[in-house]
């Protein structure tokens, strides 16, 4: 069974710091992944997906995530934190074995501070 | 706007009714899922239909039900309502009947319950 773990329920950074939100998954198959972000009173939105192409994979509004098999890990991270990136943000995997159901993580808030 | 509707965005009742919330999907979008976030419990998944037919079943309550109607919109319904029931009800769309290799689902902004 597929399962996704993040790392931290709440992270806190500065403006123009580094971004860093952690996502560790389990799968039986080889995964595919995904970042979804949710802003305050919206709905969730895909920021990025891993599809075994490219293990760095590029996203919007600068964010990137790379996915490291020997590490079961797909981190997420920003080089520098903007005011506007304040949201949730979850990890979501799935895989064949599940008929490509997403499951998706508990989720981090993150909060930038000015 | 990700182009999917729900309504009511709150709705607050008591224990023991029931209540209807509705989701119409991005237009072109065969399939509609259905989620519960809750604080302690995070996104479950609940049901998914694909033009019309039930595809896949998550942690649903039997006090639960959904249905896809003919027009692809769908409908979640609650009945004996519990404390424990008072969450954020998302749907969600999208093309193909599963989420493959893309991923990508489009939600909608949610119908906040609260039961008192």
């Known amino acids: 069974a597929q399962s996704v773990t993040q790392l931290g329920s709440h992270v806190s950074v500065s403006e123009g710091a580094l971004v860093l939100l952690r996502c560790n998954y389990s799968s039986s198959v080889p995964p595919y992944l995904f970042w979804y972000v949710q802003y305050p009173n919206q709905g969730l939105q895909l920021l990025l997906k891993?599809?075994?192409?490219?293990?760095l994979v590029k996203g919007i509004n600068g964010f990137e995530a790379e996915f490291k098999k020997s590490e079961t890990s797909f981190h997420l991270t920003k080089p520098s934190a903007h005011m506007s990136d304040a949201a949730e943000y979850f990890c979501a995997v799935s895989d064949q074995s599940s008929n490509y159901k997403l499951t998706f993580g508990k989720g981090t808030l993150l909060t930038v501070n000015p | 706007d990700s182009g999917v509707t729900q309504t009511p965005k709150h709705l607050i009742t008591a224990t023991g009714q029931r209540v209807t919330l509705r989701c119409s999907p991005r237009?072109?979008?065969?399939?509609v899922y259905w989620y519960q976030q809750s604080l302690d419990q995070g996104l479950q998944f609940l049901i998914q239909?694909?033009?019309?037919?039930?595809?896949a079943k998550g942690n649903i309550l039997e006090r639960f039900s959904a249905q896809q109607f003919p027009d692809l919109h769908s409908e979640l319904n609650l009945s004996s309502l519990e404390l424990g029931d008072s969450a954020l009800y998302f749907c969600?769309?999208?093309?193909?009947?599963?989420?493959?290799?893309?991923?990508?689902?489009?939600f909608g902004e949610g119908s906040r319950l609260t039961v008192l």
């Open positions: 969600a769309s999208s093309v193909y009947p599963n989420t493959g290799n893309t991923g990508e689902l489009f």
């Open positions: 237009s072109g979008d065969l399939s």
């Open positions: 891993y599809t075994s192409a490219a293990t």
């Open positions: 239909y694909y033009n019309g037919e039930e595809r």
